[in-house]
């Protein structure tokens, strides 16, 4: 798979305020990763706290003086924590390009990937028709990423009927909620992270239409 599918395929822009400085993340492939908290506003006036990865060298663009508002270009990444504290599929947004940026703030997704399992419908305590959609999404190096996904009413009744192994496309926000957990320490209030689509659709239909 080339670059240019890989960001076809998974594609993140956002723009937001930075929410505290950053840390150190993890080493891969010689490189070392830090990590840092984009709040990024919606309409609603509620806002979404998002974990950035950066390589080291993009952090000179963070220490210039002006930590404040920027724009991040990447992909969305998960990862399974195995060591047993916080969130077991953990996401952040992996960006490949970093700037400062004056302009509102702005949440988009795009994802081609692959469902792999079997989408779920529930209704809100209004009544609203919610599915919970799990989209595995290739990347280079035969790897994938396990991506939480949910769609509303109409989109959402459409994608319950949707099987394993069906290809979509989508088209939304990466959002952040967060929620009471019982714990042997007693309720612990965690964060979980989604893609809230705002279109999605079947690969093949998209073709049919075209």
């Not at 670059?3 to 998974?10: R, V």
């Not at 019982?182 to 612990?188: A, N």
Request: net charge negative.
């Amino acid at each position: 798979m080339n670059m240019d599918m890989n960001t076809e395929n998974n594609s993140v822009l956002l723009c937001g305020t930075v929410a505290d400085a950053p840390t150190y993340s993890h080493s891969s492939r010689g490189q070392d990763f830090y990590t840092f908290p984009l709040e990024v506003m919606r309409l609603s006036g509620n806002s979404d706290l998002i974990n950035i990865i950066v390589r080291r060298e993009q952090l000179e663009l963070l220490e210039s003086g002006r930590i404040d508002r920027l724009r991040a270009a990447g992909e969305v990444r998960s990862f399974n924590n195995r060591r047993g504290d916080g969130a077991k599929l953990v996401i952040t947004v992996l960006a490949k390009e970093l700037s400062l940026c004056d302009d509102e703030d702005m949440n988009l997704v795009t994802l081609r990937g692959t469902l792999c399992k079997t989408p779920n419908l529930r209704s809100t305590p209004m009544g609203r028709d919610i599915c919970d959609m799990m989209v595995a999404v290739n990347r280079r190096y035969g790897r994938s990423d396990y991506l939480p996904c949910i769609c509303w009413g109409l989109k959402a009744r459409e994608a319950a009927e949707w099987t394993v192994g069906t290809e979509i496309v989508l088209t939304g926000r990466l959002q952040s909620r967060t929620y009471v957990k019982m714990t042997d320490e007693g309720l612990v209030e965690k964060t979980a992270f989604e893609i809230s689509a705002a279109e999605a659709a079947r690969a093949v239909d998209l073709l049919n239409v075209m």
